[in-house]
């Protein structure tokens, strides 16, 4: 068992008992060795006087030469029991006389030596002694002890010290059995305490304090400590029903709180699902509504070139009005639509990279008529040479468009002036565009709302000059898309002046300059020569939007070819080739897309320009399977004419040299007027 | 005494006779007397008067033929005790009156007839007188050299040393074999 690990009493014990042993045993045997050297040394004296007296006893009987006298001499010998043997030498060193103890065997005597005095020699004490005669050397002695008086006291002397050291030990047990309890009985209670402490918790407990020495303080700290565990276990529990407490309450809210989650989630679902159900409708609404308005302008506007061709003149303006009350119906639906999809964020970028110059001109001419009825005058000035911008050119198109609309509209006898120029304002390249009327000008209350929806200058004037209201709210919102901005000063009376900036080259996200990457692409991969130049193919599941196209674009000089579903549509994309593919949506069995993506699919075909004409308002879907235009039902026919031309050029223009060109449209516009705006051949009838 | 032992050694080689026996020659014999004799010297106390100073030679007399030639002579030449040396002197009858001037008087084997008349001469002085004739130490001599079983051994005759007022150590009488004076006068016919 380890020493170390015995309990404290033993260990005291054990303590007291070594200490006593080894004080006990070191004076023993320090008092033994002394005692015992100090005999052996009164021993030899002993013996040295011993041999003294033998030897002047003799001394005479050696001068004489008397042997037996000699021997009788040293035969007194015989009561000295330790002296096992005597030798009288003479001086030439022979034996004169021998004792020999009568108990002890016969040995071999030793030659004299000439060293006198004691030494041991084994367990013998021995001395050799001159023998003299009046101070005259006559012999030598020689005696020999045993040492049995030595060796009887050192066995008696171990018996003592092995007696008394057993009894110290048992009279040192006896002791220290009884005084260590002063020690040990203490902080056995102290442990007994602890671990009833440790074991029960309970910190009631304290331990007796029995004397006022070290371990008397010892139980005192350990009561502190005990009391102070009662307070901080106390204060524990306290705190930790408190805590329960709150968990609970914290559990409760929780639930709660999970309820009400699930509440909004639910709300939030209902929410999303009256929205899209509102977008549905929205959708629906719009495809109901552009259908019959589709036939309404389309076939008024027919019926008008016919009535005029016929001569009727009185017809001709009801049908104009007929025609007008569409057409206004069709862009109140358009920019509620649009407005609608801005609100939603549903409105995205379709950036494209194109000649400002053009892209102003063309709206110039398409407005120059509107700007004539009120008697305006318009100037255009462009700053040199103003190159490409990149961005939507359809909102740019549109948000010039309103401004300029507008000013003709709230103008009278003025002056409707245009500025576009470029300029870099802090490392970045903009375009600016100011449209400067004379008009009636805008007061600073009307300007603060001027940019919200429906909102016009005052409700007289919507009376008074008509319109949606809507136009100045989609041209702000456009320009914001664009990340530019616009801005209007005025004087009311003295007419306003719209800013409008726009950076050069538009950015969105990385997949819409992809997707500009794309078109730009498209010129150079389209110079396909076996390409039926003149020849249009119109997919579209509707009869009437077939009928019209085909008028519409025969009048134009191209050759159309219908298809009334999406599998004839592909079918004779690719027996024909044709130079454009305008492309419905909504058809049975095969939809646009599906036609969209075999189009591109097919290495032949994919080249073909795409101009989607549809009433489906998901631009970008059609952007992302790679349409080249975009157009909403019902077409705005100079727009698509435009378009076609576009084409036409870009793709043939080698072919075709000497055609009318985009940049060149004035020239190509009487065909155009004639045939989209019947307002415009009126104008010019005039 | 290691001359003395050297010169037994050599006599004995000499003589091819026993070292320590008396043997015949009287050579050997007397080497031991001569040596006895200045032991006897040690263990002999004279009174003050016996020496005129302190350091007085002990004078040893030979009475009669010498029989030891030079061998006392070799003993105690150069000896001393308590500071005496040794003086030998050869006396004869004749020379009766120088008997006095001797602390010890050997009294030869020659002087045989004479010796109660030296005995008496010498009667109540501190001389020590040894013989060398049986019966001596019983006519009134003090000691008296006597050879047994070969050996050397001598007598005392206590009464006449204390009539010389000579004190004989007891380890001498240890040793000695005591004698009565044989009559109160002294004197025995022959």
């Not at chain 2, 003050?48 to 070799?74: E, K, M, Q, W």
Request: hydrophobic residues 40%; glycine residues 6%; charged residues 25%.
């Amino acid at each position: 068992m380890n020493l170390k690990n015995l309990s404290i009493k033993r260990k005291l014990v054990l303590i007291t008992m070594l200490t006593s042993g080894v004080a006990v045993v070191l004076s023993s045997a320090g008092f033994l060795v002394y005692d015992l050297i100090s005999f052996r040394h009164s021993l030899s004296e002993d013996l040295i006087t011993q041999a003294e007296i033998i030897g002047y006893n003799s001394a005479a009987a050696m001068a004489f030469k008397d042997e037996s006298a000699a021997t009788g001499t040293l035969s007194a010998l015989r009561a000295k029991d330790d002296i096992v043997s005597a030798v009288l030498y003479t001086r030439d060193g022979k034996m004169f006389a021998q004792y020999v103890h009568s108990n002890t065997p016969q040995q071999n005597l030793p030659a004299p030596i000439a060293e006198r005095g004691y030494h041991f020699e084994g367990s013998y004490l021995e001395v050799f002694q001159d023998v003299t005669l009046n101070g005259e050397p006559v012999g030598t002695l020689f005696l020999q002890s045993d040492m049995r008086r030595w060796n009887a006291r050192a066995e008696r002397y171990a018996m003592i010290f092995f007696s008394f050291v057993l009894v110290s030990g048992f009279f040192a047990l006896l002791v220290s059995s009884k005084l260590q309890k002063l020690i040990s009985v203490p902080i056995l209670h102290l442990e007994d305490t602890m671990r009833m402490v440790s074991t029960t918790k309970n910190y009631e407990v304290r331990a007796t304090k029995f004397y006022s020495d070290e371990i008397g303080r010892l139980i005192d700290g350990f009561n502190t400590m005990l009391s102070e565990i009662q307070q901080r276990d106390m204060a524990f529990h306290q705190a930790n029903d408190e805590l329960k407490t709150r968990t609970m309450e914290l559990e409760g809210e929780i639930v709660r709180r999970k309820e009400m989650e699930k509440e909004l989630v639910d709300a939030k679902l209902s929410a999303d699902d009256a929205n899209r159900a509102k977008s549905a409708f929205l959708a629906n609404m719009s495809h109901e509504l552009r259908t019959p308005l589709n036939a309404i302008i389309g076939y008024s506007e027919m019926l008008e070139e016919e009535t005029n061709e016929l001569g009727k003149v009185e017809n001709v303006k009801d049908l104009q009005k007929i025609q007008g009350a569409g057409k206004h119906l069709l862009a109140l639906i358009n920019d509620v639509l649009d407005l609608s999809k801005i609100e939603a964020g549903r409105m995205g970028l379709h950036l494209e990279t194109f000649n400002i110059t053009q892209m102003v001109e063309e709206i110039v001419n398409t407005l120059h008529p509107t700007i004539l009825k009120n008697s305006n005058t318009i100037q255009v000035r462009l700053a040199g040479e103003l190159g490409v911008m990149q961005a939507d050119i359809t909102k740019v198109r549109q948000i010039l468009f309103n401004l300029l609309s507008n000013a003709t509209k709230f103008t009278d006898h003025g002056t409707i002036s245009l500025d576009v120029d470029r300029s870099t304002v802090e490392g970045q390249d903009w375009i600016r565009l100011r449209v400067a009327d004379t008009g009636i000008g805008i007061t600073p209350k009307q300007k603060a709302k001027l940019f919200q929806e429906f909102t016009q200058a005052d409700v007289s004037i919507a009376r008074k000059y008509g319109g949606t209201g809507l136009g100045l709210a989609i041209s702000y919102r456009y320009a914001h898309l664009m990340k530019g901005r616009i801005s209007v000063e005025s004087e009311p009376g003295r007419g306003s002046v719209f800013t409008v900036d726009i950076p050069s080259r538009v950015m969105t996200e990385a997949a819409d300059a992809a997707q500009a990457e794309k078109f730009k692409d498209l010129p150079s991969a389209a110079d396909q020569t076996k390409s039926n130049v003149d020849t249009i193919l119109v997919i579209d599941d509707d009869s009437v939007v077939r009928d019209l196209m085909s008028r519409f674009l025969t009048k134009l000089g191209f050759r159309v070819v219908a298809a009334s579903s999406g599998e004839e549509g592909l079918r004779l994309a690719k027996q024909i080739n044709p130079l454009v593919v305008t492309l419905d949506v909504i058809m049975p069995d095969c939809d646009g897309w599906a036609v969209l993506n075999k189009l591109k699919a097919d290495p032949e075909l994919a080249d073909i320009p795409v101009i989607m004409v549809t009433v489906v308002d998901n631009e970008t879907m059609g952007f992302k399977l790679g349409v080249s235009n975009y157009l909403l039902k019902p077409v705005d026919r100079d727009r698509l004419a435009i378009l076609i031309q576009e084409h036409r050029v870009t793709r043939h223009s080698t072919v075709i040299a000497g055609m009318p060109s985009p940049a060149s449209h004035r020239d190509a516009s009487p065909e155009t007027e004639r045939v989209g705006s019947n307002r415009t051949a009126k104008r010019k009838k005039k | 005494m290691k001359k003395f032992g050297l010169l037994i050694v050599l006599f004995a080689m000499a003589l091819g006779s026993h070292a320590e026996g008396v043997g015949s020659s009287d050579s050997s014999e007397y080497l031991i007397k001569a040596g006895f004799i200045y032991n006897f010297a040690k263990l002999v106390e004279w009174p003050t008067i016996a020496f005129p100073h302190p350091d007085s030679p002990i004078v040893i007399g030979i009475l009669g033929d010498d029989p030891f030639g030079a061998t006392l002579d070799r003993t105690v030449a150069d000896k001393k005790i308590e500071g005496r040396a040794f003086v030998i002197k050869r006396l004869k009858w004749s020379d009766l009156k120088n008997f006095k001037d001797c602390n010890i008087l050997f009294v030869s084997s020659s002087e045989k007839d004479h010796i109660d008349s030296i005995v008496d001469a010498v009667k109540f002085l501190p001389i020590l007188t040894i013989g060398d004739t049986p019966g001596f130490a019983a006519r009134g001599g003090i000691m008296n050299f006597v050879v047994e079983d070969n050996k050397v051994r001598f007598e005392v005759n206590l009464d006449a040393a204390k009539h010389a007022d000579l004190t004989i150590s007891s380890r001498l009488l240890t040793l000695a074999r005591i004698v009565q004076q044989v009559r109160a006068d002294g004197r025995k016919p022959e």
